[in-house]
Each structure stands twice: as C-alpha cells, then as structure tokens.
C-alpha cells in the first residue's frame, strides 16, 4: 500500500510536489520501521477534521473582496491542537493539512500535550495595509469560533503572522465569548500574556540544534560558515543567535534576494539596515548581492532554509555543498532530495526537530497563563532548551540504535508516541 494525500486536494501537475503526499510518505516511512498496523496508519494520514471558510473583506478603497481561509486540525491525541496561522500567496488546503500533520509529530517528539493543526489564508500580507489585515484576520477567527478553544485548537505564528496577529485574534475570541481568553493563542504580546523569550524562540532552538549537531560532528560553532534563507522570525533570530556565538553567517536572503560576504556579514548592522529597507536586505553595504536560487547552492558548513517549502529538490540537490542541512523552515527538502543528501552522508536536521521551539515556548506560554505565573526570560530559555536537547539526544540514540537516518529517527519517536497514546485511549482495536 502506498499511503497518498486522503484528501483530493490539488490536482498533480507534472512537477508538482503534493505537500501532504510527501508528509504522508515520511508517515509510511515511520509506519513500517515501527511495524504499525495498515489501519492506524490510515487513521493517522487523515485530518481528524478541515475547516474552510470565505472571510469577505471591505477594503480600504471600497471594495469587497472574499478570501479562503483553512484551518487543519490533524490530530487531537495528545492534547488540543496546536499549529501556527500563515499569510502567504502559495497557502494551499494540500500545504496546510501537511504542516498540520507534522505539528501532531513536531509536538509528540518534543514531549509537549498537544496535538498537530495548521492554519492559512492565501493572501501577500504586504498587498493590504493594517486596518485591511486586522479586519481580514477578525474575520477568519470568527468564522472559526465554533472550532477553537484554549482546550480545543490554539494557534500561533508563522509565516507573514506574529503578535500583532494574534493579539486580534485573541481580541475577537474573547469580545465574541464575553470574557478575556489569553490562552486562545500563544505568540501574542507580552501585554496580554505572552512569554518572554516567544519571538526568538524558533530561532533559539535552530541554533541549539546546530550547535550540538556540530559538536557531533567534532567542528567548532566559532568560525562555521552559515548560509540562511529567509530573514524573517525564525530566520533573523537564528542568523543573530549565531552570530553572537561566533559563526560566520556569509549568505542571507528574504523574498526579493539575497546577500553574500565571504569574511561573514555584519548581523547587528544588517538587522538595523533592513528594519529601514521594507524588510529586505538587498543592497546592503560591504556585501554582494546573490540569488535565492545560487544562495542554497554556496560552500558553506551549515545551510539553514528558513523559508518556505519544497527549496531543495531533485533538481538543485546535487548542487547543495553544505554539511549540515538544519530545517528551520516545515518541509524545505522534498523526499528526492532529503534521499540524496541522506545517500551523500549530508546531515539533515529535520524540521520537526530544528524549529521545534516556537511550539515548546508556546507550550511555556499556556502553562505560564494557566497558572497565572509568569517567569523570566532566562527561566523559559532554559526550559525550552532542556526540553530542545532531551528531544535531540532521543533522535541521535534512535538514529544510531535503529541505524535509521535522523529525519526517519524523529518521525519513529513523533509517530510511536502518537500510535502508542492511540491504543492506550482504545480508539482502534
Ligand atoms: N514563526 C514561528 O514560530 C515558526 C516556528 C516553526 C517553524 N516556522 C517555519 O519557519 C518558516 C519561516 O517562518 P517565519 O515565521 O520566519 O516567517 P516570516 O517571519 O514571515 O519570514 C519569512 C522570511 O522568508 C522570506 N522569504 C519568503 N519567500 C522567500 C523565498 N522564496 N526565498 C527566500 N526567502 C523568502 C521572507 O522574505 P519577505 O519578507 O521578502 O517575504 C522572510 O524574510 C516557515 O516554514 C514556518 O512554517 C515558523
Ligand atoms: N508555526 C510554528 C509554531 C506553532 C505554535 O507555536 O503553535 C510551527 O510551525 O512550529
């Protein structure tokens, strides 16, 4: 049986990858290393449940405009559903149910009591003005009242979303409930209960990830050479965390291109030139200026694509030079690729993995509302990345023990837990 996307979502094209038929192959994968049953499989390749909903929008001119908005709850095993909320032209309902599965693993992996969901709307963010995005967002979350809960289905960030986002979302859900619900949302403001520590934290668990996967390997952080795509949230604050340790980030990018230096880039400086240059980082002094397209291909010890999906593929694979592949973005290797790095003994952090922090500190965010306590920046550091290794030290044991890859590592432990909670609930015989 070859387990394929269950829902008939996208039409194959020739040179299409389907998201959630790739999700669905690594779930295979997972499935026959651990020996499962063909029936649980079926039962975890399905979303348990898909919301698709029209958010009319009246624009600033007048206009009316009607958007699609999904929300994927994929599983609700271990917890509530759990899984960021992204504003990007190429959201799709296919990308959305294949990032919802792999917070159900991401979040499994990582020891935290939630399930997997995801969420999207197809729009460029940085087409509409403020007023248009916050009545776009209100909008959709009414839509999806009935759906969510701080119990039911909590969202966060991602891509072309942050605290500004949330902080409407949380707004609407509690004017349309008629109390205050902080812990409808994580990621939000500090002002209505965020955490400390939120906004960097995917970035920090990048580079806890990559700092030990080259101890691993017996290289020094200070000095490696770092390549990263995408300089927004995750991005940004991997390429600063790195920096101060000392590593040589040589090459960035965002959406318009990117920026090479071969010496390494001045990070402060480039983080102060892009808050002036609408958030891009082409042309900025004393570095060339590079391709997305050759940027993923330069020698480097560490390619980190902190994007989106599907950057590394069959056709550019044999082109990437680096040692380390650290996935801080969901799903930038497609399987072709993910198979030739692996056969060329390139070092694929995967995904569920590498930016597994944003959710665990999103997790430290709900346990701080829940108990009306709120830590310090260094206490939710700390246990964010006491949890970040004891997952990375259960993925090497397994790899090595299994003698298994470490993406198919992190998926038997992801899986196995869900499977496990699956029978021990009796949801199938
Ligand atoms: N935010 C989180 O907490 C979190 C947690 C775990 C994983 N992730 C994943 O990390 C990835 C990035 O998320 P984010 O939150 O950092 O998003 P973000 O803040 O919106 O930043 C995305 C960055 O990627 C750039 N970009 C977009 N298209 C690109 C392209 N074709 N080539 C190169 N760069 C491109 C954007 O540039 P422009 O500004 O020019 O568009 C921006 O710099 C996503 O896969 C997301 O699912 C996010
Ligand atoms: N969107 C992020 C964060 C999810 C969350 O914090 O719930 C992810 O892909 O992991």
Not at 83 to 88: A, D, F, L, S, T
Not at 152 to 173: K, L, N
């Amino acid at each position: 049986m070859v387990l394929k996307s269950p829902l008939p979502i996208e039409p194959e094209t020739p040179g299409h990858i389907c998201p959630l038929d790739q999700a669905c192959s690594y779930l295979q994968d997972a499935g026959k290393e651990l020996n499962l049953d063909p029936g649980v499989l079926a039962i975890l390749s399905h979303p348990r449940k898909v919301v698709t909903v029209s958010i009319p929008v009246k624009l600033d001119n007048g206009q009316i405009q009607v958007l699609t908005g999904h929300r994927v709850q994929h599983s609700d095993i271990l917890g509530p559903y759990k899984g960021g909320i992204r504003y990007h032209p190429a959201v799709t309902l296919g990308e959305v149910s294949a990032l919802a599965m792999l917070m159900t693993w991401k979040c499994a992996l990582l020891g935290i009591p939630y399930g997997g969901a995801k969420g999207g709307i197809a729009i460029n963010p940085q087409s509409y003005s403020v007023g248009e995005l916050e009545r776009i967002t209100r909008r959709y979350i009414s839509e999806l009242i009935k759906d969510i809960g701080p119990s039911v289905d909590i969202p966060a960030p991602d891509m072309g979303t942050s605290a500004r986002e949330m902080a409407w979302m949380m707004d609407t859900y509690s004017v349309n409930v008629g109390h205050a619900v902080p812990g409808i949302v994580t990621g939000k403001p500090l002002s209505i209960g965020g955490s400390l520590g939120r906004e960097k934290a995917t970035g920090r668990g990048v580079m806890i990830i990559v700092r030990e996967a080259l101890a691993e390997r017996g290289k020094p952080l200070t000095g490696a050479r770092v390549v990263i795509q995408g300089f927004g949230n995750v991005g940004h604050a991997a390429a600063e965390l790195l920096h101060q340790l000392g590593a040589k980030i040589i090459a960035v990018s965002t959406g318009a291109g990117g920026i090479f230096a071969t010496n390494g880039l001045d990070i402060p400086a480039l983080t102060a030139y892009r808050a002036k240059n609408h958030r891009s980082v082409v042309g900025f002094p004393q570095a060339v200026a590079i391709s997305n397209v050759d940027l993923l291909t330069l020698p480097c010890d560490v390619l980190i694509p902190a994007a989106l999906e599907n950057q590394i593929t069959r056709e550019n694979v044999n082109q990437v030079q680096a040692e380390i592949v650290a996935e801080a973005a969901n799903g930038p290797v497609t399987l072709a690729a993910n198979q030739s790095l692996e056969a060329r003994g390139v070092t694929v952090l995967p995904d569920i993995l590498t930016n597994a922090g944003g959710v665990v500190v999103s997790y430290l965010e709900w346990v701080q509302g829940l108990s009306y306590v709120f830590w310090d920046e260094e206490r939710v550091n700390h246990e964010m990345e006491k949890l970040m290794l004891q997952a990375y030290h259960q993925v090497i044991q397994q790899s090595k023990s299994r003698q298994i890859s470490l993406r198919l590592a992190a998926y038997t432990l992801g899986v196995g837990r869900v499977a496990q909670a699956l029978a021990d609930r009796g949801l199938y015989p």
